[in-house]
C-alpha cells in the first residue's frame, strides 16, 4: 500500500505524559500536515511542512507540541505533559507541489492516531 | 478569516433517494472547494474539487457540487442514495496562496450522513 501511514492507530496514555506519533506520507510528496479533530468537529489545522521546512504553526499548537520531519521524509509530532483536552484523532496528510503544478494537487489523509488521554 | 458552515449535523435517507448536502464558506477571494468524506476507520478520501471553471463539478462515487458565487455555497448532491454512501461528509476550503495554490484546508464541522434499507 503506498498511502500515508501513521504510527500508531491507538494510543492511551496518563496525563502528564508525553507521547510521540509518526506519519509516513506518500513516497515523493514533499507536503506534509498534520490536522487534529476533535469527536463531531472537523479536522483542524496544526502545523506544515514542505520538505524539512516547517512553513506554518497554528495557535492551536501550544509550547507542548512539537513537529519535525528531519529528512524530509516521514513527521512526528510529540506532545508534552499531556492534558485531557488533548485527547483527539491526529491526521496526517502529504501532498506534492512542483514548479509546473503549483500548489493545486490533492491532500492525502491517513488513516489518523486516536489518542486518549486519562 | 475564513469559515466553513456545514448547517446539517445529521442526515437520514432512505436508499435509493436524493441527497443534498449543505455548505456555505466564508472568503474574500475565489475559493478552493472541496468535499471529503470519511468512514469509520477510514481516512478522509476526496470525493471531488472546485477551482475554477465550470460551476457543477463531478466527483466519485457518482456525487457532485455546484458552486454559488452568489449565495456562497457548494453543496453536494448525489441522485440516488446507495447504503454503502453512510458516513461523515466535510466540505473544506482551501487557504490561498499569493504564489497560486493552497496550503492547509479549513474544514466543517461535517454531516453525518445515515442511509435507511
Not at chain 1, 494510543?11 to 476533535?38: A, M
Not at chain 1, 512526528?76 to 485527547?87: A, F, K, N
Not at chain 2, 466553513?4 to 449543505?22: C, F, K, M, N, Y
Amino acid at each position: 500500500d503506498t498511502g500515508v501511514s501513521q504510527d500508531p492507530r491507538h494510543k492511551i496514555t496518563k496525563r502528564g505524559q508525553n507521547v510521540t506519533f509518526r506519519c509516513d506520507p506518500i513516497s515523493e510528496h514533499n507536503r506534509l500536515y498534520w490536522y487534529r479533530q476533535t469527536l463531531g468537529q472537523g479536522p483542524e489545522f496544526l502545523t506544515y511542512f514542505q520538505n524539512e521546512a516547517q512553513l506554518e504553526k497554528s495557535r492551536l499548537l501550544s509550547d507542548r507540541f512539537s513537529a519535525e520531519r528531519p529528512k524530509g521524509s516521514f513527521s512526528t509530532l510529540e506532545i508534552q505533559r499531556t492534558e485531557q483536552g488533548d485527547s483527539a484523532m491526529y491526521l496526517c496528510a502529504s501532498s506534492i507541489i512542483t514548479e509546473a503544478g503549483g500548489a493545486y494537487n490533492e491532500q492525502f489523509f491517513g488513516p489518523g492516531t486516536r489518542l486518549t488521554v486519562l | 478569516a475564513q469559515s466553513v458552515t456545514q448547517p446539517d449535523i445529521h442526515i437520514t435517507v432512505s436508499e435509493g433517494a436524493s441527497l443534498e448536502l449543505r455548505c456555505n464558506y466564508s472568503y474574500g477571494a475565489t475559493p478552493y472547494l472541496f468535499w471529503y468524506v470519511q468512514s469509520p476507520g477510514q481516512g478522509l478520501q476526496l470525493l471531488l474539487k472546485y477551482f475554477s471553471g465550470d460551476t457543477l463539478v463531478q466527483g466519485i462515487k457518482g456525487f457532485e457540487a455546484e458552486f454559488k458565487r452568489s449565495q456562497s455555497s457548494f453543496n453536494l448532491r448525489k441522485p440516488s442514495v446507495h447504503w454503502s454512501d453512510a458516513a461523515e461528509y466535510f466540505c473544506a476550503v482551501g487557504h490561498s496562496l499569493f504564489s497560486g495554490g493552497y496550503n492547509k484546508l479549513i474544514f466543517g464541522a461535517g454531516t453525518r450522513l445515515a442511509v435507511h434499507p
